[in-house]
């Protein structure tokens, strides 16, 4: 099983497009939600990580096999 490289440059720039939605759309829930992320545990913060990052994974089982 071999990745292209040319796969994962362009899920990186669908990252940074999907990140820059949300401000560039609403800047005051961005704010709101940089707030809300600053004051949140540092618990709170990596639960909110892993459950992205097994839906992500998750995601791409469904996606690619």
């Known amino acids: 099983m ?9 899920a990186l ?9 949300l401000p560039f759309l609403s800047p005051a829930a961005a704010q709101k939600a940089f707030l809300a992320m600053s004051q949140a545990s540092v618990r709170q913060l990596r639960m909110v ?7 992500g994974c998750g995601l791409l089982y469904l996606i690619r096999g």
Do not use: F, H, Q
């Open 13 to 21: 720039a669908l990252y940074l497009v999907l990140e820059g939605v």
């Open 49 to 55: 990580g892993l459950a992205s990052m097994l839906g």
């Open 2 to 10: 071999s990745i292209e490289w040319r796969d994962l440059w362009t």
